[in-house]
């Protein structure tokens, strides 16, 4: 038969008839739902570039054999105030001090990322406030407003779904397999 004169509903139909075709119909995403993810996802990356900010003042820092201490006992309120010790105006530093100037504009960067940060924060509580939900996933240990507001923003409806299976596939998670496929 010559599909090209025929209908889409007809060649669709003709497949349904031929084989087992599930299409689930996928709802659209509240306007809601959308908003918190692309905050969220907004948030995340002034995170990376937090992280990315300390890492490159570790750099400047390496570059000149200064030891600083690991983690977050680098950026406490009184390592940073050393670190604004160390650091100088980029105009004000000698060409072979440089550094200082870098470090000054690095750690200028790091707190308005950090300030950043604390707004979005700030601004997802205030929802995750007014959210019920959020609040009930927010008992079950380890469970937090950020983890919490993610979890909404990815499933929306949890009803749609018939177990706990259904939901690891849909956001992703697959079991681990401890079998060789020989048994």
């Known amino acids: 038969s010559d599909t090209s004169q025929t209908p889409l509903g007809a060649i669709l139909a003709v497949d349904k008839a031929r084989c087992v075709v599930r299409i689930h119909r996928v709802a ?7 908003r918190v993810s692309v905050s969220l996802g907004y948030r995340s990356n002034l995170v990376h570039r ?3 900010c300390k890492n490159q003042i570790r750099a400047i820092l390496e570059r000149q054999a200064i030891l600083w201490p690991e983690g977050s006992a ?21 060409p072979d001090q440089l550094w200082r100037g870098m470090l000054m504009s690095e750690l200028a960067y790091l707190g308005r990322l950090q300030r950043l940060i604390e707004q979005m924060e700030k601004k997802l ?9 959020a ?3 927010q008992t079950i ?5 950020r983890t919490s507001e993610a979890i909404l923003s990815s499933l929306d409806d949890p009803e749609r779904f018939k177990n706990g299976k259904q939901v690891g ?3 992703g998670l697959v079991p681990r397999q401890y079998q060789s496929g020989l048994t």
Do not use: C
């Open 125 to 133: 509580d205030e929802l995750t406030a007014r959210d019920s939900r």
């Open 74 to 94: 680098g950026f406490t309120k009184e390592a940073l105030d050393e670190l604004e010790d160390l650091a100088e105006f980029i105009e004000n530093v000698p």
């Open 135 to 137: 609040r009930r996933l």
């Open 28 to 34: 659209p995403r509240p306007v809601k739902q959308h």
């Open 141 to 145: 240990p380890g469970v937090g407003p």
């Open 169 to 171: 596939a849909y956001i």
């Open 50 to 52: 937090q992280t990315a």
